[in-house]
């Protein structure tokens, strides 16, 4: 069998695909030890390395975030790579989450590609290993879960003796042989932040303010994912100001993730009033609990949520899409009202940077965009591209028509022709059995032979069924995909014309679908050019010569055409 296997896979070519936690490796195997041990393994097999991808620090509980294996199925699905195999360590290394696992390989299966985990001795290419494949993701993902609840538990002991448990150190405190010790020049801040919101009469954002004015820094903390900013804003103040852990005492379970109702794999932090909290103090408080009651009594006081609905009556149509041109941050919606000298009300919209509102005197200026100008040049732009007649073409080339198929109705073809010879076998060996007369003396030994052969037939069925299965889903799952890029495209085709009848709320969410990013000038640049639109990042494909089309009668727009694609899952 092992031959076959190897013959099977010799001359084939394939990829490796490495996930390796931050917090340990992989069977004791460090990056290049799994490296090599996959790329020997593969040659001896008889296969030929195409490409490597490393995930490092990414968990295995969903797909998503992890980037290099977004890239791997991306690569395979445009043809980047031809391969025949990716190659992962074990079945945990390629996903724990169900799900994700079968998903994912459908997905690459209807490329012809298939799955091999070196160490589970799995080949999706065979029926049984499939099988074998759909079990241990499901087996994968209840230990996942399990390892959690344990870890949960052990934490939750370990808090309630007033331990740490793990992590980076909060603002104001470092860790040194796990115990938390005040950090000197951080400890007199966080006590000067509780001192100016309870005495001092200053809100959150003047706190900030305050800080920043002062030179006062806030280097990003190595959780932070990215965050670039040294400056102070609200939101890190109000963190300060809830975390009861500055009294001495040790909380845990004040942030608890949370499944998303109605999603399979969304998950999100919800603050707890319920936590736990030892008494005893476990490190060197850094205000009072006096102080800090009356924070909370106060913070209480001022979080109280009004009416949802008053003051955002209106959707605005590139909120979160628009990029600062200094930070990166999402802008949002800001307005300037006043009263003329005829006692009539003016308004005007602008668009400004996200973090420059929550963090005064900051790194970030307020970097203001009118919105009646942006939204005029983005639209402007939409409608000159949904017109172009290169595009229209590209398009209405792309609804209807036919994907081939071809490959795969002759593999079910040839399966459906096995099917009808193994049944002719099966009904020919049945009726062989039923003819054996009694009196022959090798009857019952030449019975036993026949049902071994009937029994080998009846295997040879079942993968046969399977196989046939598996092609009719992937031509079902084809076609579904086909009717929904057709969807997109006939929408697309239709903007010009349905989205002035549209509300703000359809207006918006159209928007959404099909532009993933807005870069705009700073407002210097923007005064120079006498524009402000930098660029759009629609979020469908396109063919380069229609970019190209769109930019020749256009000096100005150079850059304003970018595309983004997301590889499916």
């Known amino acids: ?330 802008m949002f919606i800001d307005k300037s009202i006043w009263t003329d000298k005829n006692g009539r009300r003016k308004e005007i919209r602008y668009y400004v940077c996200g973090h420059s509102k929550k963090s005064k005197h900051g790194n970030c200026t307020r970097n203001s965009v009118r919105a009646d100008v942006i939204e005029r040049e983005v639209l402007y732009y939409t409608k000159k591209l949904i017109k172009n007649p290169r595009f229209v073409e590209d398009i209405q080339s792309r609804i209807g028509t036919s994907i081939d198929v071809s490959e795969i109705e002759k593999e079910l073809q040839y399966y459906k022709k096995n099917l009808e010879k193994l049944e002719r076998s099966k009904n020919n060996l049945s009726a062989d059995i039923d003819g054996l007369v009694e009196s022959d003396k090798h009857a019952e030994r030449k019975r036993l032979d026949m049902n071994k052969r009937l029994n080998k037939i009846y295997d040879d069925i079942y993968d046969v069924e399977e196989s046939i299965i598996e092609c009719e889903a992937k031509m079902e799952s084809i076609q579904k995909e086909k009717l929904d890029r057709d969807s997109i495209y006939k929408m697309l085709l239709a903007f010009d014309d349905i989205f002035d009848t549209l509300n703000d709320v359809d207006k918006r969410n159209l928007i959404k679908s099909m532009v993933s990013k807005i870069d705009v000038f700073s407002a210097e640049e923007a005064k120079k050019r006498k524009y402000v639109l930098n660029s759009i990042t629609y979020a469908f494909p396109m063919d380069k010569e229609v970019v190209k089309s769109l930019t020749e009668n256009e000096p100005h727009v150079e850059t304003v055409v970018l595309l983004s694609r997301k590889a499916p899952v």
């Open 1 to 330: 069998m092992y031959d076959n296997m190897l013959s099977k896979r010799k001359g084939k070519k394939c990829v490796i695909y490495i996930r390796v936690s931050s917090e340990r490796q992989v069977k004791g195997y460090s990056l290049d030890g799994q490296k090599n041990y996959l790329t020997e393994w593969a040659r001896f097999e008889g296969m030929e390395v195409i490409e490597i991808y490393v995930e490092e620090g990414r968990s295995g509980k969903s797909i998503e975030g992890r980037n290099a294996f977004q890239t791997m199925l991306h690569d395979i699905e445009t043809g980047n790579i031809s391969i025949d195999y990716i190659i992962v360590f074990k079945l945990s290394r390629f996903g724990r989450n169900a799900k994700d696992i079968l998903n994912s390989l459908t997905f690459i299966q209807r490329f012809g590609v298939n799955l091999l985990c070196k160490e589970d001795g799995l080949d999706s290419s065979s029926s049984m290993g499939k099988m074998m494949i759909t079990i241990l993701g499901a087996v994968a993902e209840m230990e996942r879960e399990n390892i959690i609840a344990q870890s949960m538990l052990g934490r939750e002991e370990k808090a309630k003796q007033g331990g740490w448990n793990g992590g980076f150190a909060p603002y104001g405190y470092e860790l040194t042989d796990g115990k938390l010790i005040p950090k000197e020049g951080e400890a007199e801040i966080v006590t000067l932040i509780f001192d100016k919101f309870v005495n001092g009469s200053m809100g959150y954002s003047t706190i900030a303010g305050y800080l920043n004015k002062q030179g006062i820094e806030r280097l990003p903390a190595k959780n932070s994912h990215g965050r670039k900013y040294t400056d102070w804003d609200s939101n890190q103040v109000k963190r300060i100001l809830d975390n009861p852990l500055y009294t001495g005492r040790m909380a845990y379970g004040r942030r608890r993730t949370e499944k998303v109702d109605g999603t399979e794999n969304e998950y999100r932090l919800v603050n707890k009033d319920e936590y736990i909290l030892t008494e005893s103090r476990s490190h060197e408080p850094l205000v009072d609990d006096d102080t800090y009651k009356k924070a909370r009594e106060k913070r209480k006081a001022t979080g109280k949520k009004g009416n949802p609905k008053i003051g955002r009556e209106a959707v605005h149509l590139l909120s979160g899409i628009l990029k600062c041109p200094k930070c990166g941050s999402s």
